[in-house]
């Protein structure tokens, strides 16, 4: 049986040469993100914002100046609606409302439920939820903290596990992975919510787990050939993990592939974050951070000799 | 690296067959599992995203309970200065500034009077210190500071109580398998699967639940009153009807302000029968509540009593014949329903402390049935293309990893399991993403094993190799993962853990399937086959 072979054997991709254009590429794009962040913003879910949160889901698509006005009518505060996941279902959110007694929250939910579901028979709630300015508050600075701690921690191990450089390098590549994710939900306006949190932490580990395979394999070379140049080392190390890059990057997208068609809606901004992640994060991979170590004045004679001598007989590469 | 021995083989597939063995009743739905006598096992338990129901999350008001301390020192201290042969008078006592201050009238006895204030404080915490600090100032002056450490010690206490408290009064409602626990300090995390109106709920958890027993004066026209508006010694208090309609006027009754019995003296009260098989509601008092009980019912028999719920009536029963032994049976125009709701209201306890609720979520039974079967659909398709991606790329390695895959799906069930973990929705895509990374460790074994080949290395060499250098890269990669895993888990709420737990416990299972287990696989092939070439 004639196996698939996505990459063909011992390609010479020449990466570093390109490096100008990827560091170009790469600043633009990052500076693009943070502008569209910074003046479009991110569409906070009642998670981060505080609110309450109606989904309903209507027999048949409603209109949405209808549904809005339907909605104003009950004097509730701004209604924000957007459709969820299809033209059937609709995310209402609400501010929190004025009064503080137990009952109002419930109050508010009920109204709005009671007022629709008069008008809109066989309206179905799939959900409602309330949070308090406070936990908001606190989900935010949470999700926060553990978005730097992982990116940091990680920047500490490569450092401690090679040298500085990768650490750097890597900080560098992740940083632009997560800005570029949080772009593309400022562009599209999909939610923003606790699931896209650890979706944006899910990213940072994998596009670390392809940086790790192309820095070990780095060091590994580093140790083989002391005397190569810098680039050619790691062109080679690069086109070396090329096929296992592409090979695992196209095995994940195909399963959140699945996961985006299939998984429902609740799921698909979560996906939608992932896929991105994994294409942004091999890109910065090839691309970025092995060639970023070179900018950093990375150089073979600078690791330690290997305690062992390396692979046995004939560990030269052949071809 | 390629000789395993014997047990090495077998325990192997035992650990395998343990886990898939472990799997299997979190697989099967409810019925099934009880039709197998499995119910013992332990299993999965699903997330409220997918079962639907209600998570409410509470938070205690620290503020109130320092507040209700103070007070309650302020009676103690104006109690036990009066105590005893020698009475020390004080004076211009306040609880002002967050502290206990007051006037020692006789300079004498100032030191007698610290004495006393000191004997009322306790030691808190570990490192010796009291729960009050007594300090003397303007040498007349006695202030009183409750302590960090007190007022930690009395939060943690109320928190216990209260969570207790809240348990009981969830568990009257019936509902199939609440989670209370407390969450940090002050707050309390409530999960009831199933339930999809909060609202009943919330008013339980909600009630302070100050209980009192006082006597309704007869003489009064309940159709005038109304409130703030009744005789000298009584007080209004409303009466709701659950059967009226609405809009009517809330009614009210007059009641003696004294009341004869509070609900400390109550020690249980629960859904009984009358004589004549009607629901009632039986009461039962300790020994100094039931001797009052026994005075108040014997001076007045045939009137009312009411049983007020935070300054609300819940019912007001006729005496019919004094009651002497401590129990008490209310019997009337009770359903089953409202006898049990009147039973719950009286036993159910006071909440130590003020709770409020800070998180709210409900998700209903449609979602999440839609999302356990969209999540199912979607992991099994993704698990289909994944396999067949890695045979057409590696051949037999290919269908060593797929086994390993699927094997690694029912591992992580099978560890799930017997941790009690809860899935959720991010979990199943957690799932999903085990089933696409899981195989990046043999993508980078084979990768490896094809390049040693390529550089005209033997088979058994290329494999030994493989194995060595990629299993470096993959403890590497997936120490990474897991700190990131680590820190999903420790800062994040919600589906955040969720999806943590599931990619945790991933990271762990499939060292051992994709590894370990597809190196046995190869390793056993090689010994058999003596392959003079290998496809991958």
């Known amino acids: 049986m004639r196996l698939l072979k996505l990459i063909p054997d011992n390609t010479n991709i020449g990466f570093v040469r390109l490096r100008a254009w990827a560091f170009g590429l790469t600043a633009i794009l990052t500076i693009a993100a943070a502008v569209l962040v910074g003046v479009r913003g991110l569409n906070f879910g009642v998670d981060f914002k505080g609110g309450v949160m109606i989904?309903?889901?209507?027999?048949?698509?409603?209109?949405?100046?209808?549904?809005?006005?339907?909605?104003?009518?009950?004097?509730?505060?701004?209604?924000?609606?957007?459709?969820?996941?299809?033209?059937?279902?609709?995310?209402?959110?609400?501010?929190?409302?004025?009064?503080?007694?137990?009952?109002?929250?419930?109050?508010?939910?009920?109204?709005?439920?009671?007022?629709?579901?008069?008008?809109?028979?066989?309206?179905?709630?799939?959900?409602?939820?309330?949070?308090?300015?406070?936990?908001?508050?606190?989900?935010?600075?949470?999700?926060?903290?553990?978005?730097?701690?992982?990116?940091?921690?990680?920047?500490?191990?490569?450092?401690?596990?090679?040298?500085?450089?990768?650490?750097?390098?890597?900080?560098?590549?992740?940083?632009?992975?997560?800005?570029?994710?949080?772009?593309?939900?400022?562009?599209?306006?999909?939610?923003?919510?606790?699931?896209?949190?650890?979706?944006?932490?899910?990213?940072?580990?994998?596009?670390?787990?392809?940086?790790?395979?192309?820095?070990?394999?780095?060091?590994?070379?580093?140790?083989?050939?002391?005397?190569?140049?810098?680039?050619?080392?790691?062109?080679?190390?690069?086109?070396?993990?090329?096929?296992?890059?592409?090979?695992?990057?196209?095995?994940?997208?195909?399963?959140?592939?699945?996961?985006?068609?299939?998984?429902?809606?609740?799921?698909?901004?979560?996906?939608?974050?992932?896929?991105?992640?994994?294409?942004?994060?091999?890109?910065?991979?090839?691309?970025?951070?092995?060639?970023?170590?070179?900018?950093?004045?990375?150089?073979?004679?600078?690791?330690?000799?290997?305690?062992?001598?390396?692979?046995?007989?004939g560990a030269e590469r052949v071809g | 690296m390629l000789d395993f021995p014997r047990w090495k083989i077998i325990s192997i597939w035992l650990v395998l067959l343990a886990g898939v063995a472990f799997a299997i009743p979190s697989l099967m739905p409810d019925s099934t599992a009880h039709q197998f006598h499995l119910d013992g096992m332990s299993r999965i338990n699903l997330g409220l995203d997918l079962s639907g129901g209600s998570h409410l999350l509470l938070e205690a008001d620290t503020a109130d309970l320092v507040k209700q301390n103070l007070q309650k020192m302020e009676d103690t201290i104006r109690t036990e200065m009066r105590r005893g042969d020698t009475k020390i008078n004080i004076g211009d006592i306040s609880t002002s500034n967050g502290q206990l201050s007051f006037f020692v009238r006789d300079v004498a006895q100032l030191d007698a009077a610290v004495e006393r204030a000191r004997a009322q404080t306790q030691a808190a915490g570990l490192s010796g210190q009291r729960d009050w600090n007594v300090a003397v100032v303007d040498s007349t002056r006695i202030v009183m500071t409750p302590s960090q450490a007190g007022t930690d010690a009395s939060v943690d206490n109320a928190m216990k109580t209260a969570t207790e408290v809240v348990r009981k009064r969830i568990d009257a409602l019936g509902?199939?398998?609440?989670?209370?626990?407390?969450?940090?300090?002050?707050?309390?995390?409530?999960?009831?699967?199933?339930?999809?109106?909060?609202?009943?709920?919330?008013?339980?958890?909600?009630?302070?639940?100050?209980?009192?027993?006082?006597?309704?004066?007869?003489?009064?026209?309940?159709?005038?009153?109304?409130?703030?508006?009744a005789p000298p010694g009584d007080e209004a208090v409303p009466y709701p009807d659950a059967g009226a309609p609405a809009g009517t006027p809330m009614r009210y009754i007059a009641v003696s302000r004294r009341a004869i019995l509070s609900g400390d003296d109550l020690i249980d009260a629960g859904l009984s029968k009358d004589e004549n098989g009607q629901p009632a509601v039986s009461l039962k008092f300790n020994?100094?509540?039931?001797?009052?009980?026994?005075?108040?019912?014997?001076?007045?028999?045939?009137?009312?009593?009411?049983?007020?719920?935070?300054?609300?009536?819940?019912?007001?029963?006729?005496?019919?014949?004094?009651?002497?032994?401590?129990?008490?049976?209310?019997?009337?125009?009770?359903?089953?329903?409202?006898?049990?709701?009147?039973?719950?209201?009286?036993?159910?306890?006071?909440?130590?402390?003020?709770?409020?609720?800070?998180?709210?979520?409900?998700?209903?039974?449609?979602?999440?049935?839609?999302?356990?079967?969209?999540?199912?659909?979607?992991?099994?398709?993704?698990?289909?293309?994944?396999?067949?991606?890695?045979?057409?790329?590696?051949?037999?390695?290919?269908?060593?990893?797929?086994?390993?895959?699927?094997?690694?799906?029912?591992?992580?069930?099978?560890?799930?399991?017997?941790?009690?973990?809860?899935?959720?929705?991010?979990?199943?895509?957690?799932?999903?993403?085990?089933?696409?990374?899981?195989?990046?460790?043999?993508?980078?074994?084979?990768?490896?094993?094809?390049?040693?080949?390529?550089?005209g290395r033997g088979i058994v060499q290329s494999v030994e190799l493989g194995y060595k250098e990629a299993s470096r890269t993959i403890f590497e990669a997936n120490t990474v993962h897991a700190i990131s895993g680590l820190i999903m888990l420790v800062l994040g709420s919600g589906p955040v853990k969720g999806f943590a737990v599931v990619l945790l416990i991933g990271i762990c299972t499939s060292v051992f399937t994709a590894v370990t287990f597809t190196r046995m696989l190869t390793a056993g092939w090689i010994k058999r086959h003596r392959p003079t070439e290998i496809h991958i």
């Not at chain 1, 590549?173 to 999909?190: E, K, P, S």
């Open chain 1, 55 to 313: 989904e309903a889901r209507f027999q048949a698509p409603p209109s949405e100046n209808m549904l809005r006005s339907d909605i104003d009518r009950l004097h509730v505060g701004e209604a924000s609606l957007s459709t969820f996941g299809n033209a059937n279902t609709y995310s209402i959110r609400l501010p929190l409302p004025t009064a503080t007694d137990e009952g109002a929250t419930n109050r508010l939910v009920k109204s709005v439920q009671g007022a629709l579901a008069a008008k809109y028979p066989g309206v179905i709630f799939n959900r409602a939820e309330t949070v308090s300015g406070k936990v908001s508050g606190e989900l935010i600075k949470n999700g926060l903290l553990a978005v730097f701690l992982a990116v940091f921690a990680i920047a500490v191990f490569s450092w401690i596990r090679y040298e500085w450089q990768f650490g750097v390098s890597t900080f560098v590549a992740i940083f632009h992975d997560v800005l570029v994710t949080l772009g593309f939900f400022a562009l599209t306006r999909l939610d923003f919510d606790l699931n896209i949190v650890a979706a944006v932490l899910t990213i940072i580990g994998y596009s670390i787990n392809d940086k790790i395979v192309i820095d070990d394999r780095i060091r590994e070379n580093m140790r083989k050939y002391r005397q190569m140049d810098m680039r050619a080392l790691i062109d080679l190390s690069v086109n070396e993990t090329l096929p296992r890059t592409v090979m695992t990057s196209l095995t994940i997208l195909l399963a959140l592939g699945a996961m985006l068609i299939f998984g429902g809606p609740v799921l698909r901004g979560f996906t939608a974050a992932m896929m991105l992640g994994v294409v942004v994060g091999t890109y910065s991979s090839i691309y970025v951070s092995s060639s970023l170590l070179i900018s950093l004045g990375l150089s073979p004679q600078l690791t330690e000799p290997r305690k062992k001598s390396g692979p046995p007989d």
């Open chain 2, 175 to 229: 509902t199939k398998e609440p989670t209370i626990v407390q969450e940090g300090k002050t707050r309390i995390l409530v999960e009831v699967p199933g339930l999809q109106h909060p609202d009943q709920l919330k008013a339980l958890i909600g009630k302070t639940a100050k209980l009192e027993f006082k006597m309704v004066d007869m003489n009064v026209d309940a159709a005038t009153l109304t409130a703030g508006h």
């Open chain 2, 287 to 455: 020994a100094s509540g039931g001797k009052k009980f026994a005075r108040a019912t014997q001076e007045n028999s045939g009137k009312l009593f009411a049983m007020i719920l935070d300054g609300s009536v819940l019912s007001a029963p006729k005496i019919d014949e004094p009651i002497l032994g401590g129990n008490a049976i209310i019997h009337g125009s009770f359903t089953t329903d409202s006898a049990n709701q009147l039973a719950i209201a009286l036993r159910s306890g006071k909440l130590p402390v003020a709770l409020k609720f800070i998180e709210e979520r409900t998700v209903g039974p449609q979602l999440g049935a839609a999302s356990i079967h969209a999540g199912v659909i979607a992991s099994v398709i993704a698990s289909v293309a994944v396999i067949v991606f890695m045979l057409v790329t590696y051949g037999r390695f290919g269908v060593y990893a797929n086994l390993a895959v699927v094997l690694n799906i029912f591992v992580i069930l099978a560890v799930m399991a017997i941790l009690n973990a809860t899935l959720t929705l991010p979990g199943i895509a957690g799932f999903v993403l085990t089933i696409g990374t899981a195989v990046d460790a043999n993508v980078l074994i084979n990768e490896r094993i094809r390049e040693e080949r390529r550089r």
